[in-house]
Every structure is written in structure tokens, then in C-alpha cells.
């Protein structure tokens, strides 16, 4: 514990006054950390530069409303426009469409303004005015509630149209003039950039007029709900300039960095209560910048960003008094269950009851106030509750394997803030959680789901990195190993093997130091990170982690070239419908991916969440629709060797009796995998495939990808015989050189699949699959030979049937079977093989 905690004497939380020097120090002599020092202040100057040409509530004024509708019947093509309604002044930046059954963007010729109007009419009222207005440079064009710019400098040609109605019932309709097209029955948005200082008489919505195939009408217009809410700057978008501006306090002790981190703290609070008292009001907002999970981390911030200028003497008379009643009112209502349930231990969604991300925030967030503000009267009560909310997590909900049970993205999240809090319990109170074996092993697991080394996103001039894999929501580019950079130096004493896989990983995931992501706080990536610790290179081999159910397979653990990842979970957190689904990378490369997940708020979780952006089976509904999977799986069995891995599930689904998935790695020289989809009592199926590939031949009974790097997918359909294979498009997010994967439906009726993936050089000559006859002929099972040219072969022997079954295979010469003991007295002759009912087996000659 420190000697200031308490005492009045600020700052005290993550540094004092007498420890500033060391931090200048390690600032001058650590490279990284000292380019992420110039980066913040590069970004407090760029404020500080807005700040000077506009107040703060007019900095982020655009947000960009979503407008989620499905085409009719018949439909071949759609006009917009945009409607003001009722006296006031609005601005409109511009249109986008997503075709969000596929996640992809639909082109529009002048849909965000950069021709001016040209394509645009109006129809106006009289007394009502229309214009275009070029965007000054410290406006914030087309900004997304919540979101923090990069840094990036803005277009200079950004401008919008501004609409004066003068009247009480005035009317404007901007009218875009382009004739869409799109296809029926499907799922499209149309994203609005608006910006209103003050709510209209009425409020702006979106008009949609569906055409058929002759250009004629089909009904009548289709409206989007009203938005008429004031869009002026949102604290969100302060959070990591006003952090950046107290750390160059910080480091310089020059008062007008305290001056700029003072204003813009003055105007978060303030925003804050009024958001979240709508939030409390009417539930959801915009988006979730109001709710407890983002409230819970700009609290946190906020209370480490005030004790850093608190001392510094730039609070005038009464601006003290008022930024602390904020305070006390936003953490009044963090334990008001109209605002937040956290008293229920079931909710239906992530988004509420003890269990969720949401109540790690919001705990984490009172009880970093708590601790930095333990002079007000309610303090002490607000930490109990924050560490008895923790303690119920790590006891109840991080799993034994210590997994945060949703993604890897909430995994991050809750560690993330989780950090910060442990941070200053053990600084200030003298209680150390670090030790605690559930936080070492959330931080084991996020080690432990590393991918291959990725050479894609290492890039032409880097080395390649490691990444964390996108299942359900979340994405390989998030960079959540910075985490393992901040915290590892805490582990030093207590466990130096972790402290030096952690800084193994975090080296080798790209060494990112930058607190990036949502709701950064930027002094923790100037304060922790030590580049300079030793480094221990963890034990990274196949391994299934059963709770979150993530089966990930590796070519023994020196070999990190090849990684899958496989779906098989018992929960439903995120809601997407991704069971059996997996992800491949190959030496390196990523050849099949998991599409990740989009916005939350954009319109195109239609795709992200569906069973048709993954690789799984698809049966058809009642009405012939090809049906979203169920959102839960039962894992039966992972075996893993070193020549065999081995997984298999059994998925639910509604439109099938039965449905059991097995996806094997075949290792032993081959690295290959093969999928076996037992079906019984199904209707008519699709088997989806996705590769992030640019070109492909489709054959018969395979499928050629060319993805990157010279890095080819090839696929070979046992099973179903002479299938439809079509070809098509969708989104992959995770920063590739490609937005989006090809998209490969195999077509098989009733059939089970059978469906080999090889991984291969652009120049390696392709495995030859051919079934065998056998002596038996037992209807359900099969035997499927797959070969190199250079001899070299292995069986995959199924059995389909509810019956172990003996088979006799003629002029194979004795066979072993890869991943099970030789066989031994009272076994079958070495040229027969015995397959257990319903399995599937691997042989090779001996």
C-alpha cells in the first residue's frame, strides 16, 4: 500500500508524485513505449486544434442511424430518400446500403456526397431551405456514435446537406436518385450520417420504394421510425484524447494540458447522467454507449483521469464541487437495478444479470471509483459490492479452464478492466488478485488459443504474428495480447513461467502496446509494459477447452504452421449459429475463416450470426428455406496423437433426427482434414464452405480455392456423389487484404458428407480420393482411399451403421490404425479392420 492513499494528496491512484521521474524515465528509454507517448500526443494536439474552432458538443455530431428492412416478393430494385419533417435544421452526410444477408456493402454512385448532389433531388415546401455545407476541418463527418477517431486526418472535401424548415409541418425529401438493385426476400440496411443540434418538429426517417423487375411499384413506401434526438458530441468520443491529455500533464506538468483534460472531463460527466437517465427512461439508446458496459469503463477512466490533473490547481471555484456531484450521481445509478440488473443471476441476453461482461464493467467501473475516491461517504459500500461481484465472477462464471464463457472479445474485455481494478487493490489496498489461480488462468487461456503465426497480417515488411481467433463475436485483429504486456510484469516473483510466456505471446503477437479498442485507457500503455523481461516460450499443442467449446488443433506444439479451431459449445452467448463450424490456417496462411462479426448497431448481424457465413450444414425448413443451425452443441469426443486429431459433436438441429459432425487432422506427413456429417432422417441439406481465396475452379467432385500467399484450398467430395456445388460471396471481417471470403454451397439432398480439405502449395500436385471395395459390401459403410503421388496413402474407414463391424481389405498389406494402440491378442488380422458403430477410423499401412 502506498503512504498518499487517502491522505488528500492527488494523484495517489496509479502513480505519485514522487514516482514521476522514474515514469519520464522509462518513457525515454523504452522505444515502444515512447512512440506510444508521441502518438498521444500527436492525438491531444489534433483535439486541442478542434477544440480551438469549435466547442466541444458540436466536435462529434454526426451518428449513423440504421435502418434494418427485408425486400418483398418480386422485388428487383429500391429507391431511397431521406425525409425532414417539421420545423427545425438537420444535416444529412450521406447514404450506405449493406446487402446484410451477406455483410456486404452495395455500391452507390454519390450515396456519401463526394459529387455534390449530382443524382439528388428535393422536393421542399415553401420557406424551406436546401444546401450543400463543405465540413469544416474539425468536424467529424459520417462519425458512428461511440466511436474514438484513429488520429487520422480527415478528407478536405467532406460536406453534407444542410435543410432549413421553416415551417411547423415543413417537409423536405431529398430524393437519391439512383435505382438500387437487390434481391427478394432478402435482408438490407441503409445507413443515415445525421446530425441535429436540436430535435425537429417531427424527426428524420428513411423512405424505401420496392420495384419489380419493369421498374413498377410494389406497394406502398416503406418508412423507418423517426430519429429526432439531438446528436451532439458524445462522451465516447473525448475518452481517449481527454486521457491522452492528462498523460501529457503527466509527463510535461504543463497546466494547459490539465486545462484541456479538465473541459473535456466537465462535458463527459456531464453527458453521461443525461444519457443514461434516457437509458434508465426508455432502455435501449443509440447503442450501448449509455448503458452499464460502457459506462462501467468511463467511469473507471474518468476517476483515474481526474485524479492525475486534481492536484494540478486548473479547477476554478464551484467546477470541483460539480464534477464530483457527476461523479456521485453516475455511481448512485450503477447500483440502481432500473438502470442495471445486476442482482439477477439469469437474463436472457449477455446484456444484463450477474453473469454478463456488462456487470464486470459496471462492478470493475464503482469499484475503481471507489478506490480513488475513499473519502465519499458511500465508497466503502461501493467496493464491497464491486469485489463481491468479482469474486461471484471468478467463482461462477470464468470456468475451470479460465475462460470468460462468451468469446475471446468479452474474454478480453473483462480481463481488460478486470486489470486496472487489480491494479489498484493491490497498489492501494494491499490485496493482491494477480495470484489468484482463476486470473492466471484467464490470462493461460488467452495464451492458449493462440493461431498459427499469421502471415498475413504480419505483412510484407513485418514478421508474421500471432492472433486470437474470431469465434462468435469477435475478431483476429483486436489485439488482445497487449493485455499480456501490461500484466506480465506482475507475475515476475509470483510466477516467473507465466510472466515469461506472457511476454512469449505478446512478443510474438505483434508486441502491441497501444490500449486500443473500445474505451481505451492510455496510461496503462505508458505505465506496465516491459519489453525488456524475460521471455519463456509456452507449450502450445492441440488441446480442447471443453466449457467455452473451443477444440483447437496443432501439428504438436514446435509447429505452429498449422492451427484449426473447431465449434462445438454448450452456450448460447451472442447468439450466432456457428456449430461444427471451424477455421483453418496453413503454414501460416489463413485459408478458411470464421466471418468474425460486424457492428452491433449497422444493420449486418444478419449475416455475422448466421449458419450460412460459417461452415457448417444447413437443412431446410418446413417452407424449403435453407434454416439457421441451433445455437448449441453436445461435444462427444476429442482424442488428440501425433498423428490423429480427432473431434466430433453431436448438433441439434431442428430440421434433422439426427446430426453428428466429425472433423479430423489428419497429421502423419499428410496435413489434411476431413469432415464426416452423419445425417439421419434429415431433409435436404447444404454444406457451406468459405475461403479467403480469390479465384476458384469447381469440378465435378472438388473445389480448387487460390487464397493468398500462394496458398491453395482444395477440397474433395466423397460424399455426396455428383453434388451441385455453387459459388457466391460474403463478408469476413479481421483487417485481411480481402473484405470478404468466397462462399462455396455443396448441395447434398439427404447424404451424409464426406469432404476432404488439403491445405497446399500453389505447385504441390493435388491427393487423389478414390473408395475402395471390400469383401463384406455392408451397406453404410465405406472406405475411401487417399493418396500422394508419391505413394504415400491412409484409409478413412466409416461406419455409418448402429453395428461394429468387421471389414476385410484385400491387397492393402497390413494396416494401423492412426491415434489407437496396435493391435494386440484377440484383435483382427492386421489386414482387417474393425469399425466401431457410428465412427470413423484412419489406417495406414504399417
Request: net charge negative; with cysteine.
Amino acid at each position: 500500500m502506498i503512504s498518499a492513499y487517502g491522505g488528500g494528496t492527488r494523484p495517489f491512484g496509479c502513480y505519485t508524485e514522487g514516482e514521476l521521474e522514474g515514469i519520464r524515465l522509462r518513457i525515454e528509454q523504452l522505444p515502444k513505449v515512447r512512440q506510444e507517448y508521441e502518438r498521444q500526443r500527436q492525438l491531444s494536439e489534433q483535439f486541442a486544434s478542434r477544440e480551438a474552432a469549435a466547442p466541444l458538443h458540436k466536435l462529434g455530431v454526426f451518428r449513423v442511424e440504421p435502418f434494418v428492412f427485408k425486400t418483398p416478393p418480386s422485388t428487383a430494385f429500391l429507391k431511397l430518400s431521406v425525409q425532414i419533417r417539421g420545423k427545425g435544421t438537420a444535416r444529412i452526410g450521406g447514404l450506405r446500403l449493406t446487402h446484410s444477408q451477406l455483410g456486404l456493402p452495395v455500391e452507390l454512385a454519390n450515396g456519401a456526397l463526394e459529387s455534390g448532389m449530382l443524382g439528388w433531388s428535393q422536393d421542399r415546401e415553401n420557406g424551406s431551405k436546401v444546401y450543400l455545407e463543405k465540413l469544416a476541418s474539425w468536424q467529424q463527418g459520417l462519425q458512428p456514435s461511440g466511436v474514438t477517431p484513429s488520429g487520422a486526418s480527415l478528407a478536405d472535401d467532406l460536406q453534407c446537406i444542410c435543410i432549413s424548415n421553416e415551417e411547423v409541418k415543413g417537409l423536405t425529401i431529398l430524393h437519391y436518385g439512383e435505382t438500387i438493385p437487390v434481391f427478394e426476400g432478402d435482408h438490407y440496411s441503409v445507413q443515415t450520417a445525421l446530425s441535429l443540434e436540436a430535435p425537429l418538429g417531427e424527426g428524420i426517417c428513411i423512405g424505401v420504394h420496392f420495384l419489380n423487375a419493369a421498374g413498377q411499384p410494389l406497394g406502398t413506401e416503406l418508412l423507418s421510425p423517426l430519429f429526432n434526438r439531438p446528436t451532439l458530441t458524445n462522451w465516447a468520443y473525448l475518452l481517449e484524447a481527454t486521457g491522452a491529455d492528462a498523460n501529457m500533464y503527466m509527463i510535461t506538468g504543463e497546466s494547459v494540458f490539465a486545462v484541456r483534460a479538465k473541459q473535456k472531463l466537465q462535458y463527459m460527466l456531464a453527458d453521461m447522467r443525461v444519457g443514461m437517465d434516457i437509458f434508465r427512461r426508455d432502455g435501449w439508446h443509440d447503442d450501448d454507449t449509455y448503458g452499464a458496459v460502457h459506462i462501467g469503463r468511463g467511469l473507471a477512466a474518468a476517476s483515474v483521469i481526474y485524479d492525475q490533473i486534481a492536484g494540478s490547481s486548473v479547477f476554478l471555484t464551484g467546477e470541483e464541487t460539480e464534477l464530483l456531484a457527476h461523479f456521485r450521481y453516475i455511481a448512485e445509478m450503477m447500483m440502481d437495478t432500473h438502470y442495471y440488473r445486476f442482482d439477477l443471476e439469469t437474463f436472457p441476453d449477455e446484456k444484463g444479470g450477474k453473469r454478463s461482461n456488462w456487470n464486470a464493467d459496471r462492478a470493475t467501473g464503482l469499484g475503481v471509483y471507489a478506490l480513488l475516491f475513499p473519502n465519499e461517504k458511500q465508497s466503502e459500500a461501493y467496493l464491497d459490492h464491486a469485489l463481491s461481484v468479482i469474486n461471484w465472477q471468478l467463482a461462477e462464471v470464468v470456468d475451470s479452464d479460465g475462460a470468460w464463457p462468451e468469446n475471446i472479445r468479452y474474454h478480453g474485455a473483462v480481463l481488460h478492466r478486470y486489470f486496472l481494478f487489480f491494479v489498484l487493490l493491490k497498489r492501494l489496498k494491499g490485496i493482491d488478485y494477480f495470484k489468484r489461480e482463476k486470473v492466471k488462468g484467464m490470462y493461460r487461456f488467452l495464451i492458449g488459443t493462440v493461431t498459427a503465426p499469421d502471415i498475413i497480417q504480419g505483412g510484407s515488411s513485418g514478421s508474421p504474428i500471432l492472433l486470437t481467433p474470431a469465434v462468435g463475436d469477435a475478431n483476429v485483429q483486436e489485439q488482445w495480447f497487449r493485455l499480456l504486456g501490461y500484466a506480465a510484469p506482475f507475475y515476475m516473483d509470483e510466477d516467473p513461467q507465466l510472466a515469461g510466456e506472457m511476454l512469449w505471446t505478446w512478443k510474438h503477437g505483434g508486441e502491441p502496446i497501444e490500449d486500443s479498442g473500445a474505451f481505451p485507457l492510455p496510461l496503462i500503455a505508458l505505465l506496465y509494459p516491459q519489453p525488456d523481461l524475460a521471455e519463456q516460450r509456452p507449450a502450445l499443442d492441440s488441446v480442447h477447452y471443453p466449457d467455452i467449446g473451443y477444440v483447437i488443433f496443432r501439428n504438436g506444439e514446435q509447429n505452429l504452421q498449422h492451427y484449426a479451431i473447431y465449434e462445438a459449445s454448450p452456450l448460447t452467448y451472442h447468439a450466432h449459429h456457428d456449430e461444427g463450424h471451424f477455421s483453418i490456417w496453413a503454414d501460416g496462411v489463413p485459408v478458411t475463416l470464421d466471418s468474425g462479426t460486424g457492428g452491433y448497431y449497422n444493420g449486418d448481424r444478419h449475416w455475422y450470426v448466421s449458419s450460412a457465413a460459417h461452415n457448417v450444414v444447413q437443412f431446410t425448413d418446413p417452407f424449403g428455406n435453407f434454416a439457421n443451425g441451433p445455437l448449441q452443441s453436445t461435444c462427444k469426443e476429442v482424442r488428440f496423437s501425433e498423428e490423429l486429431d480427432h473431434a466430433s459433436s453431436l448438433i441439434p438441429d431442428a430440421n434433422a433426427r439426427e446430426y453428428e459432425r466429425n472433423f479430423l487432422f489428419i497429421k502423419a506427413g499428410f496435413n489434411v482434414y476431413l469432415i464426416w456429417d452423419r445425417i439421419e432422417g434429415a431433409s435436404n441439406s447444404v454444406w457451406n464452405l468459405h475461403t479467403l481465396s480469390t479465384d476458384a475452379s469447381i469440378m465435378e467432385q472438388s473445389i480448387d480455392a487460390a487464397c493468398l500467399n500462394g496458398k491453395h484450398l482444395s477440397a474433395y467430395i466423397a460424399e455426396p456423389e455428383l453434388p451441385v456445388i455453387t459459388m457466391g460471396e460474403g463478408a469476413v471481417a479481421g483487417n485481411y487484404p480481402l473484405a470478404e471470403q468466397q462462399h462455396f454451397r455443396v448441395h447434398g439432398g439427404t447424404s451424409d458428407y464426406v469432404i476432404l480439405l488439403h491445405p497446399r502449395t500453389e505447385d504441390a500436385p493435388s491427393l487423389q480420393l478414390e473408395q475402395l471395395d471390400f469383401e463384406e459390401a455392408i451397406e453404410g459403410v465405406r472406405l475411401y482411399r487417399i493418396s500422394r503421388t508419391d505413394g504415400k496413402w491412409f484409409i478413412a474407414a466409416i461406419n455409418g451403421t448402429k453395428e461394429e463391424h468387421l471389414v476385410t481389405v484385400p491387397g492393402l498389406g497390413p494396416l494401423r490404425l492412426l491415434g489407437e494402440p496396435e493391435s494386440t491378442s484377440g484383435q483382427p488380422e492386421p489386414t482387417q479392420l474393425r469399425i466401431e458403430a457410428g465412427k470413423i477410423h484412419i489406417a495406414m499401412p504399417r
